[in-house]
């Protein structure tokens, strides 16, 4: 498709109607262009003007990836003090530590 652009990884929820988007703009802009985001998204999202849906963007990002810090961090701490790290995990993910990083 022109203009298509994957990442890897992304292509199947790229696919199927299930991202978070997030818009920065006008809203008469949003408006227009809603209806195309909802062939690829479910969560969609008017942050403000341009710009907006990208600083939003980048602000999920830091939570991404602070949490994958925050697994790799207390799976090593679980194996450095002699602990299982997969059943340190399976544990985790049965409580409020759960999430897909983990």
């Given at each position: ?92 993910m049965g409580g ?7």
């Amino acid at each position: 498709m022109a203009g298509f652009r994957a990442w890897p990884g992304r292509l199947a929820a790229q696919l199927t109607p299930l991202l978070t988007i997030m818009v920065g703009g006008p809203e008469k802009a949003f408006a227009t262009a809603k209806p195309l985001f909802e062939l690829m998204g479910k969560n969609i999202s008017l942050i403000g003007d341009n710009g907006a849906g990208q600083t939003c963007k980048v602000a999920n990002q830091i939570v991404v990836a602070l949490n994958i810090e925050a697994v790799a961090e207390a799976l090593l701490f679980a194996s450095r003090s002699g602990t299982d790290p997969e059943r340190v995990r399976r544990v985790l993910m049965g409580g409020f530590a759960s999430s897909r990083i983990l």
